[in-house]
């Protein structure tokens, strides 16, 4: 195996999908030809349920996906690819490493704390192994959403540097390659199977089956730090818009509204339901978007849209479409802690179908944690 402690900086490498110009036009199922709009208030305030979509995939796209990538194979049939190209790049002790049984209790194992974790490390990793295994996390994502998880890999390198004790024991701990690829079942039979890629702050836990992505959830992202300012334009904030477009709902509220959107002055420790196998969710809270004004509204869409655009274009409408088909207006928005930024605070943006989590309470808050989870089920598995 590759030696997997080194006092080298190590930036995994990027797989793009399209570096160049992200064009829209004839997207996703039905050929939907997507402009840039401009928004009429009149028109968002009597939007149908059928317009909520359509607007929703519009803003993924022109955020994150270009047309060849929405024009690719479905990304089951990608991830299937990738899976067999990497395990065929393993030795005999790597691939005993890598695999488990479809049903083993560790594919819901799944955590986003640093910690001891089966599967193969990418930092036991190197030349064409690794590679292939960049290629496999790349086939689960946008490429939006694979930039995301490298710049989220890549402040364990802050971490590194900011935090004290020995050496070796920090590198050990902080190292932008401790991410770990886990394969349940066989991607080559007929049966469902199962992959994760997780980390620190990194938790992406997907089912496939003949082609087909069963499952995309949980799917989480974190940041620490939430924001390293090296000066003017030298600032990064990873997940800053998850943040920005939240705040902004709460701050285009009316009076009357931030009493029912704003739940406490006191923002809970963390998300709901970590490490649990599936989401921990009481009834919606807040204000729902059928009682929201128009700037609420946009906001909202694109809000969500930030969260979606991680994923595969496939596994975006198939969201979008879960969540035309159970009501876009009995979408709820909240909010706990500090209004301004640099307070600690928490927000849940929950539907019939989906619940968003953020918390952002952790060092002085500056260290952020979401996730997305389908409240019908994650791993696949109905709720009972």
Not at 94 to 111: A, C, P, S, V
Request: proline share 5%; aromatic share 8%.
């Amino acid at each position: 195996m590759a030696a997997r402690l080194t006092g080298r900086l190590m930036s995994p490498p990027i797989v793009r999908t399209d570096s160049g110009r992200r064009e829209l036009g004839c997207q996703l199922s039905g050929c939907i030809t997507i402009l840039p709009f401009q928004e009429d208030p009149q028109m968002t305030d009597s939007l149908s349920r059928s317009g909520f979509l359509v607007l929703l995939i519009a803003l993924v796209l022109m955020q994150s996906l270009s047309t060849s990538e929405a024009d690719e194979a479905p990304p089951g049939e990608k991830m299937t690819t990738a899976v067999e190209a990497f395990l065929a790049t393993l030795d005999g002790e790597q691939k005993q490493m890598t695999t488990f049984d479809f049903d083993d209790q560790e594919r819901l194992n799944w955590h986003f704390i640093p910690r001891e974790r089966k599967g193969l490390g990418l930092w036991d990793l190197s030349g064409k192994a690794l590679s292939a295994a960049e290629r496999f996390v790349a086939a689960g994502l946008s490429t939006a959403g694979y930039e995301k998880a490298l710049q989220v890999r890549s402040l364990e390198e802050v971490l590194y540097l900011f935090e004290g004790g020995d050496e070796a024991e920090r590198r050990l701990k902080r190292h932008p390659h401790r991410y770990y690829l886990s394969v349940f079942g066989n991607p080559s039979g007929t049966d469902p199977w199962g992959w994760r890629f997780e980390g620190h702050h990194v938790s992406l836990n997907y089912t496939v089956q003949d082609g087909k992505v069963l499952s995309s959830t949980p799917e989480f992202f974190g940041a620490n730090p939430g924001l390293i300012d090296a000066g003017p334009s030298r600032s990064l904030r990873v997940l800053g818009r998850r943040e920005d477009l939240a705040r902004s709902i709460l701050k285009a509220a009316s009076n009357d509204q931030r009493a029912v959107i704003w739940i406490s002055k006191q923002a809970p420790r963390d998300i709901r339901g970590a490490g649990a196998a599936q989401a921990v969710v009481g009834e919606p809270e807040g204000v729902a978007l059928k009682d929201m004004n128009p700037e609420q509204r946009k906001l909202l869409r694109q809000l969500i849209a930030e969260y979606l655009k991680a994923m595969p274009a496939r596994v975006v409408r198939e969201r979008t479409n879960a969540i035309h088909e159970a009501g876009s207006d009995n979408i709820y928005f909240a909010w706990w802690g500090g209004s301004e930024l640099n307070e600690p605070h928490h927000y849940v943006v929950q539907g019939p179908t989906f619940i968003i989590e953020y918390n952002n309470t952790q060092n002085s808050a500056n260290h952020v944690h979401s996730i997305w989870r389908n409240l019908s089920g994650d791993f696949n598995i109905p709720v009972r």
